[in-house]
């Protein structure tokens, strides 16, 4: 009687320590990687670039009398800016994740074959016990 206790006891413990062992895992880190940016800045605002100051002189005669007729003007010419772009960088941190705690190729495969193996024990178990 005492046999048939053990083993259940037996069969009772090892899913539990399976279901615990697969939560003992460990955790990935996430390490945070820095980035530049460039920054594009657009202006919305039309200026005057150029001013020109001109003027005109004419002199001219009707008999005995001298005429002198001036204009002046002013030219102002516009530069358009909006199409012009300003960029800036101005680098801060981007968070980046990446993991670090990744598994080789050959450390994959022994899991898996561990898994295998875990398989195979546990359904041998219960072959034994229905059998017996």
């Known amino acids: 009687m005492s046999r048939i206790k053990h083993t259940f006891r037996l ?9 615990l062992s697969v939560f003992a895992g460990c955790k990935t880190k996430t390490v945070l ?3 530049e940016k460039v920054k594009i800045v657009y202006r919305d605002r039309l200026r005057v670039d150029s001013v020109y ?4 002189v004419n002199i001219y005669e009707r008999g005995d009398t001298v005429f002198l007729q001036t204009i002046k003007w002013r030219e102002r010419f516009k530069l358009d800016t909006v199409s012009v772009v300003r960029t800036d960088s ?6 980046v994740v990446t993991e670090v705690n990744k598994l ?5 495969w022994r899991l898996n074959a561990l898994n295998i193996i875990a398989v195979i024990i546990v359904a041998y178990i219960v072959i034994k016990i229905r059998l017996s």
């Open 53 to 56: 100051n001109r003027d005109t």
């Open 33 to 35: 990687v820095p980035l």
């Open 104 to 108: 080789t190729k050959w450390q994959r």
């Open 90 to 95: 101005i680098p801060y941190p981007v968070e």
């Open 11 to 19: 069969i009772l413990l090892i899913p539990l320590l399976a279901i």
